[in-house]
């Protein structure tokens, strides 16, 4: 069965878990959300166990592990839901033949949970067509641009706020096609409102541009590998006033946290799931950071911090050149590889 990732909430509300779930496709918001969904659904059945493998840059999770966990007894005579997550969707032969293998015969207190950053027809499979036949598969492929009104007065009515349609669009243009960003400012809303409906002027005044929102947008577009809206992001935050040392507190923050992050990638094992957990990286960030771990060398992350030091001085006066124009390098560098051999070569 395949459904839209936001009619599974509803399926689970209905009935028991199936043996096994596909949930994957390009938005990463909806994924994360079906995905939570289903981990409720789970603790609400009585899935009291939950394991984990995961597909981390080239490195396969552990097969070997998994098949022995699926004909392994639960270790409280509990149910568990057993989670593969594979960024590309791609379980390669070995994967497939496991995930078939267990459609064929889903041990009765396991369910499996698999979950992708991408799909399209290559991605699909034996392995995915016996997930469907046992189980569900939800896409969750990306809003276009005429269902994104549509998308964002849904959103604001499941947390009760209630805008007309002029106010829908301001916040439209204001979150560029970013669910995730639609979503955080939704849920600000939620909190802001009286009850009573918003229309365009009491809409544009609650989401009035502020450098800690716009740094946000910016650093999630760096990371997603958005060059495009990077530039365009960083263009309508200076032409609207604001101060490069204001956002640079937080651009600093997060290549300091990617330098660690790339430090544990090179370590291998465990270690960078290790690493999100001490430094408390939720799991609707870790995505982002590691599509931006695999675009670079561990060694770059550093250098990417010494040019915001440079970028610093320029704002200060200290060095010449442009800062925006500078930060605008660096955050491109993050973004796109081909950008950053520019700038580490200067």
């Not at 989401?207 to 947008?217: H, N, P, S």
């Not at 408390?280 to 670079?296: C, G, I, M, N, T």
Request: charged share 25%; glycine share 8%; proline share 5%.
């Amino acid at each position: 069965m395949e459904l839209k990732p936001e009619q599974l909430a509803s399926q689970l509300e209905s009935g028991p878990l199936k043996p096994a779930y596909l949930i994957a496709g390009p938005e990463t918001l909806r994924v994360l959300e079906a995905a939570d969904a289903l981990r409720v659904a789970a603790r609400a059945q009585g899935f009291t166990e939950r394991e984990v493998y995961e597909q981390e840059g080239n490195r396969e999770p552990d097969w070997a592990a998994m098949e022995a966990s699926f004909s392994a007894p639960s270790l409280f005579a509990s149910r568990r839901l057993i989670e593969l997550r594979l960024p590309t969707t791609k379980p390669g032969k070995e994967g497939g033949r496991l995930i078939e293998e267990f459609c064929a015969a889903p041990p009765a207190d396991v369910t499996l949970l698999v979950t992708g950053g991408e799909w399209s027809k290559q991605h699909g499979g034996k392995w995915s067509e016996a997930i469907g036949r046992i189980g569900t598969v939800a896409i969750a492929w990306q809003v276009k641009p005429h269902e994104l009104s549509g998308w964002i007065d849904q959103r604001l009515r499941s947390r009760g706020v209630r805008a007309d349609r002029d106010a829908v669009q301001v916040l439209v243009e204001r979150i560029d096609g970013n669910l995730l960003a639609a979503a955080q400012e939704v849920d600000k809303l939620a909190l802001l409102v009286d009850g009573t409906p918003l229309d365009a002027a009491r809409m544009q005044d609650l989401v009035a541009d502020a450098a800690r929102f716009d740094v946000f947008r910016v650093l999630d577009a760096a990371l997603n590998g958005q060059p495009a809206q990077v530039s365009r992001m960083l263009a309508g935050m200076r032409a609207e006033g604001e101060a490069v040392p204001a956002v640079l507190g937080m651009v600093v923050r997060e290549l300091q946290l990617l330098a660690k992050l790339a430090r544990a990638q090179t370590r291998g094992g465990n270690a960078l799931m290790g690493e999100f957990k001490a430094l408390r990286v939720w799991d609707s960030k870790q995505p982002a950071y590691k599509r931006a771990l695999q675009r670079h060398a561990e060694g770059h992350w550093d250098r990417f911090l010494a040019a915001v030091g440079r970028v610093d001085r320029m704002a200060k006066g200290r060095e010449a050149g442009d800062a925006w124009v500078a930060l605008e390098r660096v955050l491109l560098a993050v973004a796109e590889p081909r950008a950053a051999r520019l700038l580490l070569a200067g």
